[in-house]
Every structure is written in C-alpha cells, then in structure tokens.
C-alpha cells in the first residue's frame, strides 16, 4: 500500500472466511513474546479530587475560553423547566429580560457552591458565597459571549442555560494555581486501578500496519495519518516502546455541558530523555476534534497532574502530552523536540 508524502508503509490485511460474514478480518493482539520489552501499564482513572487549602480563592478568567452562549436561539414564549429547579413554568423572553443581572449572578453563585463547593458530606460550604459572587459577576460581564445578538440584556437568558455547564465553565477559572501535582489527586477505578496491553483483544476490517517496537501486533488503520504515525515511532531511536491506543480501554474523563465523557488519546509511547528518565508520553494526531478545549483542560490541568502526584507511591513513569499540531506530516520532528524538552 502507497500512501502519499514519501512514506511507503507494509500494512497487511489477515483474510478470515466466513460462511456467515465474508468481510475480511484481522485479529488484534498483545503478543506474549514481546511483553517483557513493550508491555505498557497504565492508571484507570475515573475522576480527579482538588485538595485546596484553606477557603481563599483566587480566580484568572485568562485561563479559560469565551463562553458562548446563542441569545436569539429562544421564542418569544414556551413552557420549559428552570434549569435551577424542578419547577416548570411559562418563558417568556420579555420577563426574563426583565430580571435584574444581580438576580442571575446570585442564581449562578448559588450553584456553583451546590455543585462545586460541597465538602465530603454533600454541605455547601456557603462560607464561601461572597467570594464566588465577585467571581461568577466578573464572569457574567467578561466572558459571556453572546450569539447573533448584540444586546447584552440577553445574558439574562443564562437562567434557562444548564447550570452544570455554567458552572463548570466558571469553576475552570477558579484557584488555577492548584491546577499542579501537589493539590489534584486522581480517583482510580475501585476495582481495577491499573490496566494493561496484554488485555488488549479485539478485530477490524480495516487495513492494519505491522508493529515493530509494540507490545500489540498491529495497528489499525482508520486514517492513513495511524500507519505513519507508527512507522515513525518504530524508527525513532528514543522510543523504546509504543500502542496505538485502542482495544486498550484507557480513557481520560472530562465534562462537557455537565455530561460526564471520555477522551481517547491516539497514541502511547515509552521514551527515553536524555537524562535517561523514561517517560510515557501521550500523542494526539487527531487535533482532538470536536470539545477540544474540554479535552486539552482536563488533560493538562487534571489527568497529568493527577496521575504523576501519585506516580512515586505506585512506582511508575511520568506522564506526559504533545498534540501534534498543523501539518501531521511533521509528525517525527515534532515528537523529537518533545522528547527533547523533556527533563
């Protein structure tokens, strides 16, 4: 197979015949024989925990996007759910807009304690609510984006918003110089904290690149971006091992509209820096897609922080995350420089 910008890559399709299914099917597999040298352990993390010191919060609304919010999406009237309660009532665009702004900061600072500030046992820590209210009034007039209307009255209309997505928006900005190893912690799976390649099992139709330096023997090809990828990683001298990550069920939870999700980085490598630490590293070839920013938040401010605050307890190597950004041509150089910045 000839794939375009001067790599030649070997991919390889196992033919299975099947009276029942004539699709040909390749088996994917960790081999036993290459364990000792590219088996590749890894954190099943399922949530983070922020250890704060004491009750002063301080907050950098630089350190997170516009938050965009369509102000002409609703009609004029409708009967819909408050998002702040169970009740339902009639919306009407005009009464709302009649509301006062300090009536939605109140309503938003409200939840943001119901959601974000509660201890172990559920209490509110309202001790707090002054401070949130200047952060979530600085919020509402610098960071709400409106959406084909100009007015800003329209902000109002965040009482029909979700309020699990207002405040998890708002919550970002918070305390961000927490947002490191000494104060996030990971939550691991109860009953399964580590994981392994050697579990990794599964089939594909899709065409399929030979693995070198890999503890599974192929990696499926769903772009032609997957098969250069692991070309180059087979060929560089500083990784020592590396998986594409599928069959794999290694995961990285984030919120996304008050939604609990999973993020699927592509590939793993075990690299070697030149203090001669190893370290695995992350690599995205993918540009994240759709939820970027949720996606490269909770990588940078909560897994990798999380999961290397814990790494001399459970005796395993760093973690770290590159993106390999604009043209996935430059995939060599730009995980070289990465290996390189390592220390």
Partial sequence: ?????????????????????????????????????????????????????????????????????????????????????????ILKVETVLEKRDQEII?????????????????????????????????????KVKLLNITDPAYRRLLYYDNPKTITDHVFKAINTKYNQEEFIRPVFNHYNRFSSTKYVHGQTSKDVYPTVKSHVNYVVMDSQWEGICAKTLDEIEEVQAYVKNQFMGFTIPYIKDGVDRLYYTDFIAKVKTSSGETVNLMIEITGMNKEKAEKKWYVENRWLPAVNSVREKYKYDRWEFIEIANDVRD??????EKIKSLK
């Fill in 106 to 142: 109140y309503i938003i600072t409200k939840d943001l304690i119901r959601y974000k500030f509660s201890d172990d046992e559920n209490m509110p820590k309202y001790q707090l609510f002054n401070q949130l209210k200047v952060i979530v009034e600085h919020w509402y007039r610098e």
């Fill in 1 to 89: 197979m000839h794939i375009s910008s001067g790599y030649h890559l070997k991919c390889l399709r196992v033919v299975k015949p099947s009276l029942l299914n004539p699709v040909d099917m390749t088996r994917i597999f960790a081999l036993n024989e290459r364990e000792k040298d590219f088996e590749f352990e890894f954190p099943n993390v399922i949530g983070y925990r922020v250890e704060i010191p004491g009750d002063t919060l301080e907050y950098d609304l630089n350190a997170i996007e516009m938050y965009e919010f369509d102000g002409s999406a609703y009609p004029l009237e409708t009967t819909m759910g408050n998002a702040f309660s169970d009740q339902r009532e």
């Fill in 331 to 336: 995939i060599r150089n730009q995980v070289i």
